[in-house]
């Protein structure tokens, strides 16, 4: 298998830790979907991260399919359910479709940062409205925060809220409109100790 991925997105983030949760620790393949990689697009018209080959060439694209595509072929009991079993299921749904929705406003605002400036965008109706986005997806997870789980195997929403929480420090860390939520902070903390979180933790590349 092959993963392409970058050092930055959310989404390569969510789609490895829980590929590492289900035993498939692999050495992510870098690319620049900036840059057009020729890799990257041959395996992937959006020339989005990340992009999972299969041994066979069957190219999985988008991180919650990747995510289905791993709870179909590695199911429990025999493997870690990330997305939980029963009741329980739609709570952990619920919550991780907050993050992943918070999650979706920063990329597109990243993105359409390097597209205009910052000051163009930022300040628009559409940019302030991603930025509501992530500051109420943010205040309603730091709400919700007692309702994840810390300790043995972490489920989506877990998962989904950590990389929210790291993802928005590392490109937001440094604006006064990104709410304190210590809970989650302490959720993140505590997370980031497990190899498959510290792992996957996103950076700038040199």
Not at 10 to 35: H, N, Q, S, Y
Not at 149 to 174: N, S
């Amino acid at each position: 298998m092959q993963l392409l991925a970058n050092t930055t997105s959310p989404f390569v983030r969510i789609a490895r830790t829980v590929m590492i949760e289900k035993g498939l620790d692999i050495e992510p393949t870098l690319v620049d979907p900036w840059a057009d990689d020729a890799r990257l697009r041959s395996a992937n018209t959006a020339a989005r991260v990340p992009t999972l080959v299969l041994g066979d060439g069957t190219p999985l694209t988008e991180a919650m399919l990747i995510v289905q595509w791993l709870e179909t072929t590695r199911p429990a009991p025999d493997w870690p359910s990330v997305v939980g079993l029963g009741a329980a299921a739609a709570g952990i749904l619920s919550r991780t479709g907050i993050a992943v929705s918070a999650i979706e406003a920063s990329t597109i605002t990243i993105i359409t940062r390097k597209v205009t400036a910052p000051v163009l965008f930022d300040e628009t109706p559409v940019g302030l409205r991603r930025r509501r986005s992530m500051v109420e997806g943010m205040q309603r997870l730091e709400a919700q925060a007692g309702d994840i789980a810390i300790g043995g195997t972490p489920m989506l929403d877990a998962i989904a809220a950590v990389t929210l929480y790291d993802y928005q420090q590392l490109r937001f860390g440094d604006q006064p409109w990104l709410p304190v939520t210590p809970r989650l902070k302490a959720l993140a903390d505590a997370w980031n100790m497990r190899p498959s979180f510290a792992k996957t933790r996103p950076y700038i590349a040199a």
